[in-house]
Antibody, heavy 113, light 110 residues
């Protein structure tokens, strides 16, 4: 059974940083295209970032230059380093396989003074 | 990044058929088809159809996806109370090198 478990969310001040983690079981992160997708409270889904199996990375314009997606093959973990956080980054952050077949339950990031 | 266009809401009666639409362009929906996701309040999204392909294991045959040029559709037959949810479409945009999402359609089963 595939499980994706996100962690690392919390309350942070504008301009601050957080690193989200997504630990995978039943699925090898490095062999799959993996995404981060977020959902602001009461809003729709918004794609954030993608990492290919070859290590290529892609970002939404809204986070480009501030967020970095990466992975640790030894721990089978996907990461999202978030810097220069803004209030509009407040959302539940999900990790998901690229085909949408597997999603974590999400971790809430709140950016507020 | 420009998103896909979905109607904000659709209401249908129990056991009726609902067709949800998702309009993009030739760089996204028209290129690789649309992925459909269902989301119940407080839960993560659930895959219904990936790029218009056949249903994932465990998804009811009442859900079917199709595409005509730049518009994807999700048809739900024999509507049940548990079908009441938000439905999102998404597609990879080859010109933007980005996934784009629709704003979602809230389906109400009367």
């Amino acid at each position: 059974e595939v499980q994706l478990v996100e962690s690392g969310g919390g309350l942070v001040q504008p301009g601050g940083s957080l690193r989200l983690s997504c630990v995978a079981s039943g699925l090898t992160v490095s062999n799959n295209y993996m995404n981060w997708v977020r959902q602001a409270p009461g809003k729709g889904l918004e794609w954030v970032s993608l990492i290919y199996s070859d290590g290529s990375t892609y970002y939404a314009d809204s986070v480009k230059g501030r967020f970095t997606i990466s992975r640790d093959n030894s721990t089978n973990t996907l990461y999202l380093q978030m810097n220069s956080l803004r209030t509009e980054d407040t959302a539940v952050y999900y990790c998901a396989r690229d085909d949408g077949a597997y999603w974590g339950r999400g971790t809430l990031v709140t950016v507020s003074a | 990044q420009a998103g896909l266009t979905q109607p904000p809401s659709v209401s249908k009666g129990l056991r009726q058929t609902a067709t949800l639409t998702c309009t993009g362009n030739s760089n996204n929906v028209g290129n690789q088809g649309a992925t459909w996701l269902q989301q119940h309040q407080g839960h993560p999204p659930k895959l219904l159809s990936y790029r218009g392909d056949s249903r994932p294991s465990g998804i009811s045959e009442r859900f079917s996806a199709s595409r005509s040029r730049n518009t994807a559709s999700l048809t739900i037959t024999g509507l049940q109370p548990e079908d009441e949810a938000d439905y999102y479409c998404s597609a990879w945009d080859s010109s933007l090198s980005a996934w784009v999402f629709g704003e979602g359609t809230k389906l109400t089963v009367l």
